[in-house]
């Protein structure tokens, strides 16, 4: 009878413990407002408001620093009552988390309102997001990331794709519903998988014609239908620089927003190193080549822009710390110090 006693306090122990969990009662709050709008509407009157500006998101600078601001519900409503705004605009957010004290944070696109005049209001700028994810602070990146990526999809899907009637989004803006065919629509990411390719002493990066001067990273490329992510790594490593890949391993994953919101997969893999001769794809790629140790860490330690030599070419850099891309060097980087120590 001691047994099955100590038993039962062990599980109503470990269940209380779950329960006031920062994380879980975080999740279950979170969880409850996408799904009672007339919960989530009045957690509107007391959240933080995010501000964007056809997808751009708002940013004051203070200092060398650059902020992204929460405005309060009331601070909203002032502000929007200046353009004549009625109550509908708090219908058109969405909801893009909360802090640990549960205040819901939401995010809204101020389009349709004059832009020089908002920013001059706010005392701020609406910037490019692409931009903004690598000069606002690491805590920022995410949270900027999953809002654009919501209101896009917001903005693309307005009407049901059987029916073509209007589709109309929940409060917290997790769904959108079409009344006609009772069919629901939820945000979707496109799998993107991103490889670290190596052959055991070198990594291999590559560039595609839109990068900045000198950028090189990771190869990378969308998942098809009925793939693996697996074999879509074994793909696109043969189809990006004809090589074929020998083992594989996974590493991390990040929400990234550009250009429609992609779950981008990072992996490590090995080539056969008895086959490592580059054929590139010219189709997709500007350049790929094999970079050792050394110029990786001496890349590493520069600012992550372009920079130009004497002769007129570029010195090679790599995504700042805030992409994937850079984590997976990193730790290349770190698989081959370790081995020579």
């Known amino acids: 009878m001691a047994v099955i006693y100590q038993a039962v306090y062990r599980r109503a122990s470990s269940l ?34 995010y501000l964007f500006h056809n997808l751009s998101p708002f940013l004051q600078k203070v200092g060398r620093k650059y902020l992204v601001p929460q405005l309060s519900a009331t601070e909203m ?62 805590k920022d990146s995410p949270l900027l990331a999953s809002a654009q990526g919501l209101l896009r999809w917001h903005d693309s899907h307005q009407y049901c794709s059987k029916t073509g009637q209007p589709t109309q989004k929940n409060v917290a803006g997790s769904k959108r519903v079409c009344h006609a ?46 793939e693996t992510v697996e ?20 590493s991390a994953s990040q929400h990234w927003p550009l250009p429609s919101s992609c779950l981008m997969i990072a992996c490590h893999v090995l080539v056969r190193a008895q ?16 970079f050792g140790l050394e110029e990786i860490m001496e890349a590493l330690k ?19 710390k805030q992409a994937v891309a850079h984590h997976l060097i990193q730790e290349w980087v770190k698989q081959q110090t370790s081995r020579t120590a």
């Open 16 to 49: 209380l413990c779950r329960l006031h969990s920062t994380y879980v009662r975080k999740m279950r709050y979170l969880n409850e407002l996408k799904e009672d709008d007339s919960f989530c509407r009045q957690a509107q009157t007391s959240g933080a408001f």
């Open 275 to 290: 086959q490592t001769e580059i054929s590139m794809n010219s189709l997709e790629l500007e350049a790929a080549r094999w």
């Open 77 to 138: 409503k002032r502000i929007l009552e200046k353009f004549k705004e009625t109550e509908q605009w708090i219908e058109k957010s969405v909801l893009i988390g909360c802090s640990d004290e549960h205040i819901p944070h939401f995010a809204l696109d101020l389009g349709t309102l004059e832009k020089s005049v908002i920013e001059s209001e706010l005392k701020g700028s609406f910037t490019d997001l692409r931009k903004a994810l690598f000069v606002v602070d690491e």
């Open 231 to 250: 074999e879509t790594v074994r793909r696109e490593v043969a189809e990006e620089v004809g090589l074929e890949v020998e083992s594989f391993r996974y």
């Open 302 to 320: 520069r600012d992550p822009r372009p920079s130009k030599q004497e002769d007129g070419s570029f010195l090679p850099w790599f995504p700042p």
């Open 181 to 226: 065919s009772g069919i629901t629509y939820y945000p979707q990411m496109s799998p993107v998988v991103i490889t670290m390719v190596s052959d055991g002493s070198r990594c291999l990066l590559a560039r595609q014609p839109s990068f900045p001067p000198g950028m090189y990273t990771a190869l990378s490329g969308f998942c098809d239908i009925g």
